[in-house]
């Protein structure tokens, strides 16, 4: 089992609606990140979050929020999302920001935008 | 050129085989390595970090080549429970961003 936990598994919205993705880690670790992965494509980074503070946006719409109340929850608030959107959300975190710590994936929240 | 390059594969094998995976990399600078295992329609799993003198764990064998460029998977004795799309990723920034490559899909067959 995953130590990082995402809520919800699916979800499916319209394109008006306003949504938020959970991910929640209790391993202490003080980086985490949002990836988004289309079918059969690699995981695309687009948030990253170093001790609660944001410190990479990979040039990402401002439709997608993100949150990070504390050192163990991180969230992505969704408004006005395109289908195009639609994809697998996954959540990561690794102990520190460092380039040799690996990162531990959630199993993702699947969008789907009509 | 893309910063990671794996042969996507299909590659198919019989159960107890022996199997490689190759994956090059652009970007001299770059740091850390790491393979990953993904299952259809779950979440990538870390299956090994890559260290410069090779590293081995259980059936799979990892290897780095810094001068040119390339990391290796090797799997032993292949399972049907190693079927499944591994990814070579490499860390390239200091701000841990991973670079995943596309992926390499492993079908063993009975």
């Known amino acids: 089992d995953t130590e990082v936990t995402q809520t919800p598994k699916h979800l499916v919205m319209g394109m008006t609606n306003k949504k938020s993705l959970k991910c929640e880690q209790h391993?202490?670790?003080?980086?985490m990140y949002w990836y988004k992965q289309k079918a059969k494509k690699p995981p695309e980074l687009m948030f990253v979050?170093?001790?609660?503070?944001?410190?990479i946006n990979e040039s990402v719409p401002s439709r997608f929020s993100p949150e990070c109340p504390n050192s163990s929850l991180l969230n992505l608030h969704l408004h006005a999302l395109q289908p195009e959107d639609s994809a697998l959300y996954l959540c990561?975190?690794?102990?520190?920001?460092?380039?040799?710590?690996?990162?531990?994936f959630g199993d993702g929240t699947r969008l789907s935008i009509l | 050129r893309k910063e990671v390059e794996q042969d996507p594969g299909p590659f198919n094998v019989p159960e107890g085989a022996t199997v490689a995976f190759n994956c090059t990399y652009s970007?001299?600078?770059?740091?850390?390595f790491f393979w990953y295992r993904q299952d259809c329609r779950k979440e990538p799993k870390l299956l090994m970090s890559?260290?410069?003198s090779g590293n081995e764990d259980g059936r799979f064998t990892a290897q780095l080549n810094r001068a040119s460029q390339y990391i290796s998977l090797l799997i032993r004795d292949s399972k049907l429970s190693d079927s499944a799309t591994y990814l070579c990723?490499?860390?390239?920034?200091?701000?841990?961003?991973?670079?995943f490559g596309t992926g390499t899909r492993l079908l063993v067959s009975p």
């Open positions: 990561a975190s690794s102990l520190v920001d460092s380039p040799n710590q690996p990162q531990h």
């Open positions: 391993m202490g670790h003080r980086a």
């Open positions: 979050y170093s001790y609660e503070k944001l410190s």
């Open positions: 970007n001299s600078a770059s740091q850390s």
């Open positions: 890559v260290y410069s």
């Open positions: 990723v490499v860390n390239i920034r200091r701000f841990q961003k991973l670079v």
